[in-house]
């Protein structure tokens, strides 16, 4: 906010925008962080060992990195106040 020159409004927007658009991944996150506990042990075990395979890993990693892509914090708005990118 501070570098980009933005105001508290502007930066207060964004952020509503990128909450917004990440809703649905912010439900899948706190719906995992409720089910993984309550798994039984056996279950967790074997869900832990698929996990351990480099692929889902891989995959798992990506789409976590696209929720929250750092690059997205450095796009501006256009000249004239429209959408971000």
């Known amino acids: 906010m501070l570098e980009q ?10 952020y509503a925008a990128f909450c ?8 899948l996150a706190r719906y995992l962080q409720w089910l993984i506990p ?3 042990p056996r ?5 832990l060992r698929a996990l ?9 990693f990506d ?4 929720q929250a892509d750092p690059a ?7 000249a004239r106040g429209g959408e971000l990118g």
């Open 52 to 60: 351990g395979r480099q692929q889902l890993i891989d995959l798992s």
């Open 38 to 40: 309550a798994l039984p």
């Open 5 to 14: 020159g933005r105001s508290r409004a502007e930066a207060l927007e964004r």
């Open 72 to 78: 997205f914090a450095l796009h501006r708005r256009g």
């Open 20 to 27: 917004h658009g990440h809703a649905g991944a912010f439900r």
């Open 43 to 47: 279950l967790l075990t074997a869900g």
């Open 63 to 66: 789409w976590y990195l696209r």
